[in-house]
């Protein structure tokens, strides 16, 4: 009251942040408004802010901005280096980049170190200025030479990715560690990272997750969303799916593409939430609003299986199309496929090559795949079985399950290499021991029938039940003819029969024919040969030279039909056709 600017002006502080008062906004005005009146700096920079936020006074963003000028053109550096934000946000006043940027260098020669890193950002984005990485960097080092945590921070980016100097992991680690200690949430975040993956420093998971926690209780939504990951994965931690959820959601308020994506895969798989395909494909196309390329590829999926959504394949085409667009390995793959099967497009083989190309460049193990089978068939390019059977082996090289049972059979048959059952057998062992489960199928035939390895009727009988549990047609045929044969377990013609019945339901040509074997001869089952007839009937349509072979024989003998030559010997010749001995002869 006896006009003490310092003291008006504190006094205004402790309405405006309630320290020993209770919070009055009107009385911080009435105070900073008095200092400021006899031109007290700091007073006038409060007093601005007040009038930029609408607290204690009616918003107005002009009245901030002339006081804001009124204290920089006094050479306050810090209302310079606010009204250079002004500028470059267009806070007040029309964006004016090249004003922010020299609002900036005026406080940053007065040695600011906000102001400092704020240019340094400018010659970085080409704010108002050119693009200057050597310059940034220097700037940011007056900065960083003060503590000042966020230039530290950027400094450390530098350094790590090389901009504006030689790239140096360790330095950047460093960077990061001395801004993280100042609290400063995206450096804690970035120290998270390095401890993770071990990017300049040892890689210590539990201190990474502890860097992480810093972030996300700051509010910082990629830290927030990396610490949810490891509690999804258990990264440093106990896994834990329903801990992860409530960080996911903080993230995915801030619109964090990652966080989105990663909350929509929680919901279609019920991973730490209830499954619910529909708010998982709501989370994608939040994520996908925001060109997030993992759930534009995600939210095709949905659109191509129909899971959430409804089923429109040209929209999945769409959206892979985006995905790919930005250099989406698995959706640039997805993209290939669709045009190789015609899936919500024409079928385009020719189209699909450079997509899967795009993807197979990025080492993508599905299309490198893909992309044998293009080879070896000749889909789409010319064929060319030994460049097949390469990226067959590019793909197995990277634990693909599919490229390495696919690699098998090429050594079982000696396409695109030199034959070689035994190693043919070893690829099908890595792909069956991973779970995939034409491999499961493929090493219990070889153990069945000697193939590259000892017969061994036991261990044929393990990995076909291992297939034969996911439902393998195949592999249920051949567990069927171990149970009428009595190989690898006892001899049950009924259990054979049932075995049968349940790959030919699967609509599985060999099982329908043995099935019908079974009904011709009455073993396992009651005989029925009119009933033999109708699955011979199935089985041949499918193509299946024995099945056409036996239908054939049935017209001719009238077994469970009329004899009636003229319709046996089409089946017949279909089946000679295929090289079918019973039918040549």
């Given at each position: 009251?006896?006009g003490d600017?310092?003291?008006?002006?504190?006094?205004?502080?402790h309405?405006?942040?309630?320290?020993?008062?209770?919070?009055?906004?009107?009385?911080a005005?009435?105070?900073?408004?008095?200092?400021?009146?006899?031109?007290?700096?700091?007073?006038?920079?409060?007093?601005?802010?007040?009038y930029?936020?609408?607290?204690?006074?009616?918003?107005?963003?002009?009245?901030?901005?002339?006081?804001l000028?009124?204290?920089?053109?006094?050479?306050?550096?810090?209302?310079?280096c606010?009204?250079?934000?002004?500028?470059?946000?267009a806070?007040?006043?029309?964006?004016?980049?090249?004003?922010?940027?020299?609002?900036?260098?005026?406080?940053?020669?007065?040695?600011?170190?906000?102001?400092?890193?704020n240019?340094?950002?400018?010659?970085?984005?080409?704010?108002?200025v050119?693009?200057?990485?050597?310059?940034?960097?220097?700037?940011?080092?007056?900065?960083?030479?003060?503590?000042?945590?966020?230039?530290?921070n950027?400094?450390?980016?530098?350094h790590f990715?090389?901009?504006?100097?030689?790239?140096?992991e360790?330095?950047?680690?460093?960077?990061y560690r001395?801004a993280?200690?100042?609290?400063?949430?995206?450096?804690?975040?970035?120290?998270?990272?390095c401890l993770?993956?071990?990017?300049?420093?040892?890689?210590?998971a539990?201190a990474?997750v502890a860097e992480?926690?810093?972030?996300?209780?700051?509010?910082?939504?990629?830290?927030?969303?990396?610490l949810?990951?490891?509690?999804?994965?258990?990264?440093?931690?106990?896994?834990?799916?329903q801990?992860?959820?409530?960080?996911?959601?903080?993230?995915?308020e801030?619109?964090?593409p990652r966080?989105?994506?990663?909350?929509?895969?929680c919901?279609?798989d019920?991973?730490?939430?209830?499954?619910?395909?529909?708010?998982?494909a709501?989370?994608?196309e939040?994520?996908?609003?925001?060109?997030?390329?993992?759930?534009?590829?995600?939210?095709?999926?949905?659109?191509e299986?129909?899971?959430?959504?409804?089923?429109?394949?040209?929209?999945?085409?769409?959206?892979?199309?985006r995905?790919?667009?930005?250099?989406?390995?698995?959706?640039?793959?997805?993209?290939?496929?669709?045009?190789?099967?015609?899936?919500?497009?024409?079928?385009?083989?020719?189209?699909?090559?450079?997509?899967?190309?795009?993807?197979?460049?990025?080492?993508?193990?599905r299309?490198?795949?893909l992309?044998?089978?293009?080879?070896?068939?000749?889909?789409?390019?010319?064929?060319?079985?030994q460049?097949g059977?390469?990226?067959?082996?590019?793909?197995?090289?990277?634990?693909?399950?599919?490229?390495?049972?696919?690699?098998?059979?090429?050594?079982?048959?000696?396409?695109g290499?030199?034959?070689?059952k035994?190693?043919?057998?070893?690829?099908?062992?890595q792909?069956?021991e991973?779970?995939?489960?034409?491999?499961?199928?493929?090493l219990?035939?070889?153990?069945?029938?000697?193939?590259?390895?000892?017969?061994?009727?036991?261990?044929a009988?393990?990995?076909?039940?291992?297939?034969?549990?996911?439902?393998?047609?195949?592999?249920?045929?051949?567990?069927?003819g171990c149970y009428?044969d009595?190989r690898?377990?006892?001899?049950?013609?009924?259990?054979a029969?049932?075995r049968?019945a349940?790959?030919?339901?699967?609509?599985?040509a060999?099982?329908?024919?043995?099935?019908?074997?079974?009904?011709?001869?009455?073993d396992?089952?009651?005989?029925?040969?009119a009933k033999?007839v109708e699955?011979?009937?199935?089985?041949?349509?499918?193509?299946?030279?024995a099945?056409?072979?036996?239908?054939?024989?049935?017209?001719?003998?009238?077994?469970?039909?009329?004899?009636?030559?003229?319709?046996?010997?089409?089946?017949?010749e279909?089946?000679?056709?295929?090289?079918?001995?019973?039918?040549?002869?």
């Amino acid at each position: 009251e006896l006009g003490d600017t310092s003291v008006q002006y504190d006094l205004g502080e402790h309405y405006a942040s309630g320290d020993g008062v209770e919070t009055d906004f009107e009385k911080a005005v009435y105070w900073f408004s008095q200092a400021a009146e006899v031109g007290d700096l700091r007073a006038i920079e409060a007093l601005a802010r007040c009038y930029f936020e609408g607290r204690g006074v009616e918003k107005d963003e002009k009245k901030g901005l002339e006081l804001l000028t009124q204290a920089a053109e006094q050479d306050s550096c810090s209302a310079q280096c606010e009204l250079g934000l002004c500028y470059e946000n267009a806070d007040g006043t029309e964006r004016d980049p090249k004003a922010a940027a020299e609002w900036y260098r005026q406080a940053a020669d007065q040695d600011y170190a906000p102001a400092q890193c704020n240019l340094a950002v400018c010659y970085l984005n080409e704010i108002g200025v050119e693009k200057d990485e050597a310059a940034a960097v220097q700037w940011l080092q007056k900065a960083a030479d003060q503590g000042f945590p966020r230039a530290l921070n950027i400094l450390g980016d530098c350094h790590f990715h090389g901009i504006g100097m030689e790239e140096d992991e360790v330095q950047a680690a460093e960077c990061y560690r001395k801004a993280a200690q100042q609290g400063h949430p995206p450096a804690n975040y970035n120290l998270g990272l390095c401890l993770e993956l071990g990017l300049g420093m040892e890689k210590d998971a539990e201190a990474a997750v502890a860097e992480y926690l810093k972030s996300a209780e700051q509010g910082y939504a990629p830290g927030q969303c990396n610490l949810a990951f490891c509690y999804l994965v258990g990264g440093g931690c106990e896994a834990d799916p329903q801990a992860a959820i409530p960080w996911l959601e903080k993230a995915a308020e801030q619109e964090h593409p990652r966080a989105l994506g990663l909350l929509g895969s929680c919901y279609r798989d019920g991973n730490g939430v209830e499954q619910d395909l529909a708010r998982a494909a709501g989370y994608f196309e939040k994520a996908s609003a925001l060109d997030y390329p993992p759930s534009l590829c995600d939210l095709g999926l949905c659109y191509e299986m129909g899971e959430g959504v409804e089923q429109d394949q040209p929209r999945a085409v769409e959206l892979y199309t985006r995905a790919g667009e930005l250099g989406h390995a698995p959706s640039q793959c997805n993209l290939g496929y669709c045009y190789l099967r015609g899936i919500g497009c024409e079928a385009d083989a020719a189209k699909a090559i450079p997509w899967l190309q795009k993807a197979a460049e990025q080492d993508y193990p599905r299309a490198l795949d893909l992309l044998g089978d293009c080879y070896l068939y000749g889909d789409g390019v010319e064929k060319d079985e030994q460049r097949g059977a390469d990226y067959y082996r590019q793909a197995a090289e990277r634990n693909y399950s599919v490229a390495l049972c696919d690699l098998g059979l090429c050594y079982e048959n000696g396409t695109g290499v030199e034959m070689d059952k035994a190693q043919a057998v070893s690829y099908y062992l890595q792909a069956a021991e991973r779970g995939y489960v034409p491999a499961q199928c493929n090493l219990g035939y070889c153990y069945l029938e000697g193939i590259g390895c000892e017969v061994d009727n036991q261990k044929a009988v393990e990995w076909l039940e291992k297939a034969a549990q996911d439902g393998y047609p195949r592999a249920i045929a051949l567990l069927a003819g171990c149970y009428r044969d009595g190989r690898g377990v006892a001899q049950d013609a009924a259990e054979a029969a049932s075995r049968y019945a349940q790959a030919a339901e699967m609509n599985y040509a060999p099982a329908l024919c043995d099935l019908g074997l079974c009904y011709e001869m009455g073993d396992g089952v009651e005989k029925d040969e009119a009933k033999a007839v109708e699955y011979y009937t199935r089985s041949a349509e499918l193509g299946n030279a024995a099945a056409q072979c036996n239908l054939g024989y049935c017209y001719l003998r009238g077994i469970g039909c009329e004899t009636d030559a003229a319709k046996a010997i089409p089946w017949l010749e279909r089946a000679a056709e295929q090289g079918h001995p019973r039918a040549l002869d």
